[in-house]
Structure formats: C-alpha cells, structure tokens
Nanobody
Framework: QVQLVESGGGLVQAGGSLRLSCKAS????????MAWFRQAPGKEREFVAA????????YYADSVKGRFSISRDNAKNTVYLQMNSLKPEDTAVYSC???????????????????WGQGTQVTVSS
C-alpha cells in the first residue's frame, strides 16, 4: 500500500509562488505516473498536472499552463508542484495522486489514480 503526504501549502498573495511536495511511503513510486488535482469549495475536483514515471512526459490543465511545473525525484520518492504567478482562482485543496495502472496521459484525459493523499490547502489572497 502506498501512502502519499502533501506539504507546502499555505496563504500567499496573488502573484506569489508556492512549492508543494508529495512524499510517498510504503512502496517506491518510481514506476508510477503521478499527478496533482485540486478541489475548490463548492466545485468538482479538477486535474492540474501529471508526470510520467521517468519525468519525460508532463501534462497540464490549460488554466495552469505556463505558471505551474510538475517534477519528481524518484530517489526521494517525492513529486513536486511549483506554482508561480498564483491567482485567487487557484485557491483550493491540492492533492497528490498516482498509480501503476495508468499513464500520465490517462490522468490528463480523465483517468482516476489508485492512490491519493489527504491534500494541502492553498489560499491565494487578492
């Protein structure tokens, strides 16, 4: 079983930056495609970004393209989400997720990962 724990969320002003981390334990996720999702109050959960097991392929939601960057360090069993030029509409709970059965493109096109973290709150003030 894989446990995913996110960190790095917080309160930031519009235009600021945050870096989220997702540390996996229980099993190595070096062969898993991984992704970030977010859910704002009263809204459906939405895809943010995904990365292939090697890091060679990445996908982004149109709303974050050019501002967010997903990366991974397989030696540390950790996935990151660098968020720049944050906007109030980026306010949400951000969750890390992944699995071995699906590819990063699958997550981009609506696939649901097997494993999920609890999430970390990101609040962007205007």
């Amino acid at each position: 079983q894989v446990q995913l724990v996110e960190s790095g969320g917080g309160l930031v002003q519009a235009g600021g930056s945050l870096r989220l981390s997702c540390k996996a334990s229980g099993r190595t996720v070096s062969s898993y495609a991984m992704a970030w999702f977010r859910q704002a109050p009263g809204k459906e959960r939405e895809f943010v970004a995904a990365i292939s097991w090697s890091g060679a392929n990445t996908y982004y939601a149109d709303s974050v393209k050019g501002r967010f960057s997903i990366s991974r360090d397989n030696a540390k069993n950790t996935v990151y989400l660098q968020m720049n030029s944050l906007k109030p509409e980026d306010t949400a709970v951000y969750s890390c997720a992944g699995g071995i059965r699906s590819s990063s493109r699958d997550y981009y096109t609506g696939g649901v990962p097997d494993y999920w973290g609890q999430g970390t709150q990101v609040t962007v003030s205007s």
